[in-house]
Every structure is written in C-alpha cells, then in structure tokens.
C-alpha cells in the first residue's frame, strides 16, 4: 500500500517561508493535493493538481511535485495560517484508495 | 455550495448507523462524493468515494464488508450506512464533493467542498 509521510511538525516566524514536505515512492507520478485544517474546523483544500489553487486561496500558497516528495509552500506565513496540514493522492497500486499523509502542525512562532 | 453531515450519535459496539449528507448549490449527480473520517487527536482517514451514477464505490479496507456508501441524486443526499461498529470506527466523519474532473481511473482524486462533519462515538 502506498505510504506518504510527512514531518509532524513545522515552525516558522511570521512573514517567513514555511515548507512542508510529503514523500512518497515516486510520487512524482502522481497528482498531490493539500489541505489545511484549522483546530475545530473542517479541512480546506489549498492546493489540488501538484500546484493549482482553488479560488479565494491566496497565491501564498503553492505546490511542486517531483521524485519522491512534494512540497507546500507557504509564503509570508502569517498567524492565521497556523494549522495542520495533509497531503493526499489517489493509489492504485493495490487497490482504489485515497491515502492521506500524517499530517504536519504548523506554528507560527 | 454546502454540504451538511447528519445522523452521528452514541452508539454500542457491533451497533448500526446511518450517516447522511444532504448537499446543496451545485448539480449534486455531477460529481464523486467521499466519506472521510478523523479519529480524535488523529489524521484524516479517507473512508470511501462513490461515482456520480452510483456505479462505482471504492472503500478503505478496515470497513469493508461493514459499510456501504450510497446515495440518491433525487433527494440530493449521500448516505453511508455503517454496521458491526467498533470502538475504532469512532471519528468525526466528514462528507465531501470531488473535485472538478476527479477520477480514480486517472490517478486523479480530490476533495474540493466539505461538511463541517458528525460525530460518531462506539462505545458501551
């Protein structure tokens, strides 16, 4: 079964880069998507396709996609993007699923 | 566009359930809809998709055999219909749109709208 990993945890300052990482076997092959979830909230998807943006997310956000991990990036990192954040794809290797990372917490120090 | 999750609630080990989902604002037998679910203080867990037509339906291995995604693009409600429960099927479950162009077939899967979610709790 397909495996996506991701760092528990990020920390960066206000108005600083974040990144966030979400490695897979080739993954590159594949389509990541992302989502942010705010403490109590339902998820938000901010980036489907690699790197296209839904609208009313704010061009901050972006994807890349290549080899063994993708990456959201976050520009000028302000307080209200502290969240956690999942990668997804759809496997079928195996069988038809949709398989989610661990998920990565974001604060903003 | 919205979508509203209902019919969580208490329920004892090997006890039934039915989730629904009634959504709103766009042409519900257009798109794929998901169930995915959260554990708490965990990760989100995809829990299965259905197609437009209701011809396909893909499910997590833990709960097949046990659940059944469904749905009627009349009353424009998906529905998962959840049997046997275990203590580990309690999460909050989420329903959720596919995205624009979302297939399975093509690798190409995503969840564009989601309901805030209900809460299912097994436990006696």
């Known amino acids: 079964s397909f495996v996506l990993t991701q760092p528990p945890s990020v920390s960066v300052a206000p108005g600083q880069t974040a990144r966030i990482t979400c490695g897979g076997n080739n993954i590159g092959s594949k389509s990541v998507h992302w989502y942010q979830q705010r403490p109590g909230q339902a998820p938000v998807l901010v980036v489907y396709?690699?790197?296209d943006r839904p609208s009313g997310i704010p061009e901050r956000f972006s994807g890349s996609n290549s080899g063994n991990t993708a990456t959201l990036t976050i520009s000028r990192v302000e307080a209200g993007d502290e969240a956690d954040y999942y990668c997804?794809?759809?496997?079928?290797?195996?069988?038809?699923?949709?398989?989610f990372g661990g998920g990565t917490k974001l604060t903003v120090l | 566009v919205q979508l509203v999750e209902s019919g969580g609630g208490l329920v004892q080990p090997g006890g039934s359930l039915r989730l629904s989902c009634a959504g709103s604002g766009f042409t519900f037998n257009n798109y794929w809809m998901t169930w995915v679910r959260q554990a708490p203080g965990k990760g989100l867990e995809w829990v299965a998709n259905?197609?437009?037509?209701?011809?396909?339906?893909y499910y997590v291995d833990s709960v097949k055999g046990r659940f059944t995604i469904s749905r009627d693009n009349a009353k424009n409600s998906l529905y998962l219909q959840m049997n046997s429960l275990r203590a580990e099927d309690t999460a909050v479950y989420y329903c959720?749109?596919?995205?624009?162009?979302?297939?399975?077939?093509?690798?190409?899967?995503?969840?564009?709208?989601w309901g805030k979610g209900t809460t299912v709790t097994v436990s006696s």
């Open positions: 997804q794809v759809w496997d079928r290797s195996s069988d038809h699923r949709g398989v």
């Open positions: 396709g690699d790197s």
């Open positions: 259905i197609k437009e037509d209701g011809s396909e339906k």
């Open positions: 959720a749109r596919g995205g624009p162009h979302s297939d399975p077939l093509d690798y190409y899967y995503y969840m564009d709208v």
